[in-house]
Structure formats: C-alpha cells, structure tokens
T-cell receptor, first 113, second 113 residues
Framework: GENVEQHPSTLSVQEGDSAVIKCTYSDSASNYFPWYKQELGKRPQLIIDIRSNVGEKKDQRIAVTLNKTAKHFSLHITETQPEDSAVYFCARSSMDSNYQLIWGAGTKLIIKP | SAVISQKPSRDICQRGTSLTIQCQVDSQVTMMFWYRQQPGQSLTLIATANQGSEATYESGFVIDKFPISRPNLTFSTLTVSNMSPEDSSIYLC??????????FGSGTRLTVV
C-alpha cells in the first residue's frame, strides 16, 4: 500500500559507532525521500533528502542511500555523538500523491556515552 | 527554506470549547499542511490547505471538527472544535516550497481537560 515501513523502532548505539535506519516502500511512483530529526519537544527538522535519480547522498556524518529496484532507502550516521539522540522519521512523496509526505513510524536513536 | 511562526505554542482548554491555531509564513507558498502528532508517534496528516479552495481532509478528519482557513498565500488557521480529551496532541503546520523542501512550524501542544 502507501505506507512506509521503518525499522528499527528503537536503536541504541555506543557513542562513536555508526547507526543505520532503514525504510521500505511499495509505491514505485515515489521520487522524493527525506529524513527528519525530531528532538524532544521540538519540531521535525529536515536533515537530508534524496531524489530518485540519485543513489546516494552525503552531508558530513550523515548519508542516505536509495535502492529504487528494491524500494528501500536508508539513513547512515557515522561517528555518532550524544546530540544525535532523537527520533528520526523517514518519508516519501510522489507527484501522484500531490507531493504529500507519507511518513514512517519513526526510530528512537539513543547514543550511549 | 521558509520560516513559519505558529501560535499558540501551548494551551490548556476545557472540553466542549474550540481553539484556533495560526500559522504565518515569511513568504508565499502554495500548499500548507496541518498535522497531528500524538506523543511518541509519527505525524498524521489532517488536511491540505490551498489558497482559494476548500481544504482537502484525510480519512478520519472532517471539516466540522477541524475547520481550516487559508485567506492568502502566507497564512492559515486550524480550529479544533468541540474539544474532548482525545484531541490532546501536538498540532503542526507545514509548508513546501516548490514540490519538495517541507518545513514545520514550532507546534501547538494542546491539552484538553
């Protein structure tokens, strides 16, 4: 269906290690895949996004990969720091859905000192 | 990205009353979205508001309960009518520039007693 499946729901990693969050979708018309970070009590903030004509995008310690054939995309955070602790949401949109975002359920990332 | 001013930031309301939430954007945008977010949950789209036309509501949300105004390209309001404790949640407005690049207001934390 339209939903975006996001895993895991909770991820606990040691400070300095890498974290990977994965999302899968079924609508092949999807062409835009953003990732949002939401700290407690704050609004969601866009941290990185990727469009369907690109397979990977990096911004310092954050990267997103997209596999259109398998219909999944992942967020990679390297050298994790305490300030990375937050809830991360993936989403997708397409022209067919009038560019409305379809959201994953979220992943609570905990960075252990 | 657009800057959105949302108010009130929080309110405690008596059941049976109504609350109007406002979002002011620093530039003209075509599409504005209203979301609800329960604690620890993902974002649920209430409706899409385009200037000059009636808002489009998602399944489970109706105009009588959540009337929306969009008088111009920089402003929108969402009213939560005849409130009950089940309406306690965080309400967020969001805008998109072009077809991508969604940004969010700071949210309204509503508690109904």
């Amino acid at each position: 269906g339209e939903n975006v499946e996001q895993h895991p729901s909770t991820l606990s990693v040691q400070e300095g290690d890498s974290a990977v969050i994965k999302c899968t979708y079924s609508d092949s018309a999807s062409n835009y895949f953003p990732w949002y970070k939401q700290e407690l009590g704050k609004r969601p903030q866009l941290i990185i996004d990727i469009r369907s004509n690109v397979g990977e995008k990096k911004d310092q310690r954050i990267a997103v990969t997209l596999n259109k054939t398998a219909k999944h995309f992942s967020l990679h955070i390297t050298e994790t720091q305490p300030e990375d602790s937050a809830v991360y949401f993936c989403a997708r949109s397409s022209m067919d859905s009038n560019y409305q975002l379809i959201w994953g359920a979220g992943t609570k990332l905990i960075i252990k000192p | 990205s657009a800057v959105i001013s949302q108010k009130p930031s929080r309110d405690i309301c008596q059941r049976g009353t109504s609350l109007t939430i406002q979002c002011q954007v620093d530039s003209q945008v075509t599409m504005m979205f209203w979301y609800r977010q329960q604690p620890g949950q993902s974002l649920t789209l209430i409706a899409t508001a385009n200037q000059g036309s009636e808002a489009t509501y998602e399944s489970g949300f109706v105009i009588d309960k959540f009337p929306i105004s969009r008088p111009n390209l920089t402003f929108s309001t969402l009213t939560v009518s005849n409130m009950s404790p089940e309406d306690s949640s965080i309400y967020l407005c969001s805008v998109v520039r072009g077809n991508y690049g969604y940004t969010f207001g700071s949210g309204t934390r509503l508690t109904v007693v």
